[in-house]
């Protein structure tokens, strides 16, 4: 069976501060990661993917991930936080090989609140 | 339509009625998914459709739920005899152009708020 935790129920970070959000994840045969972003009252929109290559992936508003497979790590990073980054993002996986189809798995979600 | 439409957005229901919320995924995507997002909860997997094969239900919480899939299309998700429990925002989601793989991203509708009192 496939899983991701995301094991920070919140991270707080100042303004024009790097901030990172944790995602490890389990899987059978190789995954597909994905981090989604929620602001309130929307709907959850995409940010960025791994699927196979460079371990370093850039996705939208500035953010990026680095897959590490030895960790079984995805953490989403972004150089410079904005107060207009706080909201609640999820990682997600899919196992390839689980012949499962394309399910989608995700974690429980970070609350990321950015100060001034 | 350009994106996933859930309908109705908002829905305020008596304990014991039955509710049916639809899905309609962007067109030609042969995946679709039901989550379902309790206050301040994360992401609670429902059931999920792929093409013609069997739908995954391992998530329905109850025989209260069910769901279908008509046409490779439109999805509605049934609620029997609703509880307060019940209460959350179900969110539909869509991915996987025909002839792709795997690999694509799903994209999410708006969710319809459902209110159980």
């Known amino acids: 069976a496939q899983s991701v935790a995301q094991p920070e129920d919140q991270v707080n970070v100042a303004e024009g501060n790097p901030l990172t959000v944790k995602c490890t994840y389990s899987?059978?045969?190789?995954?597909?990661l994905f981090w989604y972003v929620q602001y309130p009252n929307r709907g959850l929109q995409f940010l960025l993917k791994?699927?196979?290559?460079?371990?370093l992936v850039k996705g939208s508003y500035g953010f990026e991930a680095e897959f590490n497979k030895s960790q079984t790590s995805f953490h989403l990073k972004k150089p410079s936080a904005l107060v207009s980054d706080s909201a609640l993002y999820f990682c997600?996986?899919?196992?390839?090989?689980?012949?499962?189809?394309?399910?989608?798995?995700f974690g429980t979600g970070t609350q990321l609140k950015v100060e001034l | 339509g350009a994106g996933v439409s859930q309908s109705p957005s908002n829905k305020v229901t008596e304990k014991g009625k039955d509710v049916e919320l639809r899905c309609d995924p962007i067109s030609g995507h042969t995946a679709l998914y039901w989550y379902r997002q309790s206050l301040g909860q994360g992401l609670e997997f429902l059931i999920y459709f792929q093409g013609n094969s069997a739908p995954d239900k391992s998530g329905l919480p109850s025989d209260r739920f069910s769901a279908e899939r008509t046409g490779g299309s439109v999805s509605t998700l049934t609620i029997q005899r609703t509880q307060q429990e019940d209460s959350a925002v179900y969110l539909c989601?869509?991915?996987?152009?025909?002839?792709?793989?795997?690999?694509?991203?799903?994209?999410f509708g708006q969710g319809t708020r459902l209110t159980v009192v």
């Open positions: 899987v059978s045969g190789n995954p597909y």
């Open positions: 791994y699927i196979t290559g460079d371990n």
């Open positions: 989601a869509s991915s996987s152009p025909r002839g792709s793989g795997p690999n694509t991203e799903a994209f």
């Open positions: 997600a996986v899919r196992d390839i090989l689980t012949g499962g189809g394309n399910k989608l798995t």
